[in-house]
């Protein structure tokens, strides 16, 4: 994992990102691409009113809002003991970051708040990045203090295509955690799955991994992984991104989406 694309955008999950930016870019000497993303295009085709000089008067602000923060996070990361560089683009921040992370192996950003609306809130925009692309998302909480490259990491299993792709993905990241726990909730209405699998699978990796089967007694399945999280002191959880999407729609199935909405910890997301 050598290239990890970060989210830059003033807001209130700004620093829990960038310092887990750094935290995987120290643990795996790793180059961090700043990626600041200003959505001209779409304000000047929502001025309907015909306001020649009302868009343009936006637009400028905008810049010079972005360009006063860039110098912040610029003079920062220059004290930080990592390789980076600045990739500023115009347009809709979902494309600009899609594209900009073809050849990422990370994308850091922040994990959307549930209820939460405010001018300063981080954009919502984690499950149209995790759907929409083939590079893995790494979702930050806006309180989180940074990322335990080290520390202890859940993957949640149910031996989906979803799992299995974000396991995969996670290998780099689960060779640096300290212990790795798999967790398959019991669910009677699904098939039956190989319960050794992921743990053969990381096995081969050089990877030593725990299995836990979590009752489920009735209860939503993410409310098990929540008790499963806290039980096992996670760092950081592995899960796959169930979802599908239509034309600019992006829809999580239930147990990705009440994650995203609950999860205390760092997600490792991919679809």
Not at 231 to 254: C, T
């Amino acid at each position: 994992m050598k290239m990890i694309l970060l989210h830059i955008h003033d807001d209130l999950g700004a620093e829990s990102r960038l310092q887990a930016a750094l935290d995987v870019a120290r643990a795996h000497e790793a180059h961090v691409q700043c990626v600041q993303v200003t959505p001209v295009p779409d304000l000047m085709a929502a001025d309907i009113y015909g306001g020649a000089g009302y868009a343009p008067a936006i637009v400028a602000e905008l810049r010079a809002n972005d360009d006063a923060y860039r110098a912040k996070v610029e003079e920062r990361m220059g004290r930080e003991d990592v390789p980076w560089d600045w990739r500023h683009l115009d347009g809709d921040s979902v494309t600009g970051l899609l594209a900009a992370s073809t050849l990422a192996d990370l994308i850091v950003a922040t994990l959307p708040e549930s209820g939460r609306t405010g001018v300063n809130d981080p954009l919502a925009i984690v499950p149209e990045l995790a759907l929409g692309g083939r590079t893995p998302v790494l979702a930050v909480p806006p309180a989180a203090k940074g990322f335990a490259a080290t520390g202890r990491a859940l993957v949640a299993w149910d031996g989906s295509a979803e799992a299995g792709a974000a396991l995969r993905a996670a290998v780099p990241l689960l060779r640096m955690a300290g212990a790795v726990d798999i967790v398959a909730v019991e669910e009677a209405d699904k098939a039956e799955f190989a319960a050794n699998a992921p743990a053969e699978y990381l096995a081969r990796h050089g990877i030593s991994a725990e299995y836990h089967c979590w009752p489920r007694k009735g209860r939503p399945v993410d409310a098990v992984l929540a008790e499963a999280i806290g039980a096992l002191a996670a760092d950081w959880v592995v899960m796959g991104a169930f979802g599908h999407s239509r034309l600019r729609e992006f829809v999580f199935g239930g147990v990705t989406r009440a994650m995203l909405r609950g999860a205390q910890v760092p997600l490792l997301l991919a679809h």
